[in-house]
């Protein structure tokens, strides 16, 4: 299997894999039970992860697979306020 790093090249690829690959997710689907905005938000989340500055992003197999990776030093956390905020997910 062939990993590309493409964070800086192809980053909608690799939205449009994660999008692809997670739409019918049980999780997502409780989390956006409205089929017609499912991939919409699904992207908008994905997009954050990207911005995030200790991101990484890598396509497998030409598109076949994607991955976000997010490697935080030991004290660094994630907090509310760097996500952006994603109404109508069903919360």
Known sequence: MAVDTTY???????VDVLV??????????WLSPDP???????????????????????LADGGK????RLTLGPD??????QWPSVRGCGH
């Open 36 to 58: 017609s905005e499912r991939g919409r938000l699904q992207a908008v989340f994905y997009r954050s992860l990207l911005t995030h500055p200790a991101a990484e992003a890598h």
């Open 20 to 29: 692809e690959a997670f739409t019918d997710d049980p999780v997502v689907c």
């Open 76 to 81: 660094e956390t994630l907090h509310d306020d």
């Open 8 to 14: 800086a090249n192809e980053p909608q690829a690799v």
């Open 65 to 68: 697979g994607a991955a976000i």
